[in-house]
């Protein structure tokens, strides 16, 4: 595993005079400006792009409502919407006269509010009517009841959370939405091949949230290099389990709300050196490609995984990546 190395590499950043100037500015760890240096270049549109909050999104649950009806009952209640490029049924929500949570229209499960990038995993797994899909970091549920949406609320759902407080919010947001092919594992996922085998998983990884520095600014400074290489370690054992649990020829897409390559790329590389009956392959979804160098590492397959960037895509930072089990 890389994750010793993530650490040496991460304690011998080589920090630049620039990096230290711009990281007071906007007032950021140092050690972070230079890893975005590492990873883009010039810094400053990444760093200017986090200072900018994206919208809010809503998904449209088009189990219970038409898509066109929801839009238009919002539009006379005074909320602007500007559809999601990815995504045929969300909208960004460019104007809220009062809180979209309080609408009677989400308390009746028309729709869930969640940033445009939390739309695309689901998406990229693409699960079908009738197939076994598990989610193994489930709660509160985004991406949960999109899964469900997308099966046409059939087949099978196993929905994994191991802490009860977030499977309480998980279930709310079952019920309200309408969700009926969900079974709820109040459990560990690193026991999800116990359930299996499944013919696609969804692992929205827990992360250190360095996507999401808009919203939570708090993130420039909470984090140091031990916690990425802590965490890089517990997202390899659960993409390993989730590899586990796959049928011959199933799918896992592997998502964080992080830009970190060490919590991304790493990670995709970590699990193809360890295992032999993994491919990466190409969703051909919207975003950016992966990184493909880092701090000394290459990725060769970053080209097939997918990156939204605050400065780029007006969201949060996102990674997505699908694999195969062969
Ligand atoms: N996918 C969720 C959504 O879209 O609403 C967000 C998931 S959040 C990034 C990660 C979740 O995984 C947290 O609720 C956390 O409690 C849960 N989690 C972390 N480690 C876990 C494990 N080993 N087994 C089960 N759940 C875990």
């Known amino acids: 595993m890389w994750s010793r190395e993530i650490l040496m590499k991460l304690k011998r950043l080589n920090i630049t005079k620039r990096d230290r100037e711009l990281a007071r500015a906007y007032g950021y ?14 810094p400053l549109p990444l760093l200017d792009g986090f200072e900018r909050t994206p919208p809010d999104a809503i998904r449209c649950n ?20 500007h559809p999601v490029l990815w995504c045929p049924h969300a909208y960004e929500v460019l104007r809220k006269p009062y ?5 009677p ?29 598990a989610d193994l970091a489930a709660a509160p549920g985004g991406k949960s009841t999109h899964l469900a949406q997308l099966m046409g609320n059939s087949g099978e ?26 079974k709820l594992v109040l459990g560990d996922a690193y026991d999800a091949p116990k359930h299996g085998p499944f013919d ?39 993409l390993d389990r989730a590899i586990e649990s796959l049928k011959k020829g199933g799918e896992v897409v592997y998502s964080t709300c992080s830009i970190a390559p ?21 969703s051909g979804a919207a975003g950016s ?21 605050p400065h780029i895509h007006r969201s949060e930072g996102f990674f997505v990546c699908k694999l195969r089990r062969v």
């Open 289 to 309: 490609p992966g990184v493909t160098r880092y701090l000394g590492w290459e990725f060769p397959f970053a080209g097939k995984c997918r990156r939204l960037w």
């Open 62 to 81: 088009f189990l219970r409502v038409n898509c066109m009806r929801l839009k238009r009952r919002l539009e006379t209640r005074g909320f602007v919407l």
């Open 200 to 238: 696609k998983i969804l692992l929205d990884a827990p992360c250190t949230g360095e996507g999401v520095i808009a919203r939570d600014p708090s993130r420039k400074r909470s984090r140091l290099p031990r916690d990425l290489a802590l965490m890089h370690r517990v997202q390899v054992a659960l």
């Open 99 to 103: 809180s979209l949570s309080s609408t």
């Open 29 to 42: 760890l140092p050690y972070m400006v230079a890893r975005y240096r590492e990873m883009l270049g010039d």
């Open 262 to 282: 060490e919590e991304n790329e790493l990670v995709i590389d970590a699990i193809l050196k360890k295992r032999s009956d993994v491919e990466v392959v190409d």
């Open 105 to 133: 229209e989400h308390l009746d499960g028309w729709f869930y509010i969640q940033d445009a990038a939390s739309t695309l995993p689901p998406l990229v797994l693409d699960p079908k009517p009738f197939e076994r899909v």
């Open 157 to 182: 759902l196993y929905l994994f959370e191991r802490r009860a407080d977030r499977a309480k919010a998980l279930m709310s947001n079952l019920e309200r939405m309408e969700i009926l092919n969900a």
